[in-house]
T-cell receptor, first 114, second 113 residues
Framework: AQSVTQLGSHVSVSEGALVLLRCNYSSSVPPYLFWYVQYPNQGLQLLLKYTSAATLVKGINGFEAEFKKSETSFHLTKPSAHMSDAAEYFCAVSGGTSYDKVIFGPGTSLSVIP | KAGVTQTPRYLIKTRGQQVTLSCSPISGHRSVSWYQQTPGQGLQFLFEYFSETQRNKGNFPGRFSGRQFSNSRSEMNVSTLELGDSALYLC????????????FGPGTRLLVL
């Protein structure tokens, strides 16, 4: 069974500073991994997805994540935070087949301080 | 291309009533998933439909049910509402399955009094 943990339910960074959101997963099979973002009063939007093609995955809005199998991690980073990055971020894992559910982590709320 | 639409956006019901939520996926998408989002439990998977068949189901009681029509539109129903059913219900669609990019609707916020 898959599961996801996200360290830090709330992260604050200054505008222009590095954003690092942590995600660790548990999966008995090679996983598919996702990062989604949710802005207030909106649905979720996919930032990026890992499907075993490359360990460093680049997404939208300058975000990227690195898959580290030895650490079972898939941390999300962005070199320079922007005010518009303030949102809720969800890491998710799936087993990779049509019959696997996508399991979401508890989410990390990102605040950007001007 | 129009996004995923959900109706209604807001709903207030009382305990014991039933409710039906609707989701129209992106044109051409055949997989529709439903999620419940609450502050305490986060995002929890309810079920997924593909070609009018429920392909996967989360750990929710039988009061939660759904269906998908031939045009891929989907509905979910909650019977005998409980206070704990108050949540944001999100629908997501993808071309064939949940491993692809899922496109989420804005959600239906249900308040049970």
């Amino acid at each position: 069974a898959q599961s996801v943990t996200q360290l830090g339910s709330h992260v604050s960074v200054s505008e222009g500073a590095l954003v690092l959101l942590r995600c660790n997963y548990s999966s008995s099979v090679p996983p598919y991994l996702f990062w989604y973002v949710q802005y207030p009063n909106q649905g979720l939007q996919l930032l990026l997805k890992y499907t075993s093609a490359a360990t460093l995955v680049k997404g939208i809005n300058g975000f990227e994540a690195e898959f580290k199998k030895s650490e079972t991690s898939f941390h999300l980073t962005k070199p320079s935070a922007h005010m518009s990055d303030a949102a809720e971020y969800f890491c998710a894992v799936s087993g990779g087949t049509s019959y696997d559910k996508v399991i979401f982590g508890p989410g990390t709320s990102l605040s950007v301080i001007p | 291309k129009a996004g995923v639409t959900q109706t209604p956006r807001y709903l207030i019901k009382t305990r014991g009533q039933q409710v039906t939520l609707s989701c129209s996926p992106i044109s051409g998408h055949r997989s529709v998933s439903w999620y419940q989002q609450t502050p305490g439990q986060g995002l929890q998977f309810l079920f997924e439909y593909f070609s009018e068949t429920q392909r996967n189901k989360g750990n929710f009681p039988g009061r939660f049910s759904g269906r998908q029509f031939s045009n891929s539109r989907s509905e979910m129903n909650v019977s005998t509402l409980e206070l704990g059913d108050s949540a944001l219900y999100l629908c997501a669609s993808s071309l064939r399955d949940t491993q692809e990019t899922q496109y989420f609707g804005p959600g239906t916020r249900l308040l049970v009094l």
